[in-house]
């Protein structure tokens, strides 16, 4: 599987973003998906997850109730909606897809990474 962020941008705080994700490979469909973030000099973080169906979703506490995690099976895409963005988003966003099909917020259960997108949030 081969993923490719797209979306970060430049944007100020209170403004809204959406990430997508475009996944090459035919296990698209049966692979849960996670978005991490990585800010400047900090490790990367969990922000939200969604299992193969779409039919679950988990957040990060930090983005609960401001992002929507969705997906797109017909399309092999991923999407981060983030609205109310603060500059504490600022980050590095990778799109990540795992072999199993549930919900996980650890890095080391997913199996593929993006090569990230710059979301930058100013105040």
């Known amino acids: 599987v081969q993923l490719a962020e797209s979306g970060g941008g430049l944007v100020q705080a209170g403004g809204s973003l959406r990430l997508s994700c475009a996944a090459s490979?035919?296990?698209?469909?049966?692979?849960?998906m996670g978005w991490f973030r990585q800010p400047p000099g900090k490790e990367r973080r969990f922000v939200a997850a969604?299992?193969?169906?779409?039919?679950?979703?988990l957040y990060a506490d930090s983005v609960k109730g401001r992002s929507t995690i969705s997906r797109d099976n017909a399309k092999n895409t991923v999407y981060l909606q983030m609205n109310s963005l603060k500059p504490e988003d600022t980050a590095v966003y990778y799109c990540a897809a795992r072999s199993g099909r549930g919900l996980q917020s650890s890095s080391g259960m997913y199996d593929y990474w993006g090569q990230g997108t710059q979301v930058t949030v100013s105040s």
């Open positions: 969604i299992d193969w169906s779409g039919g679950s979703t």
């Open positions: 490979g035919r296990t698209f469909s049966s692979s849960a």
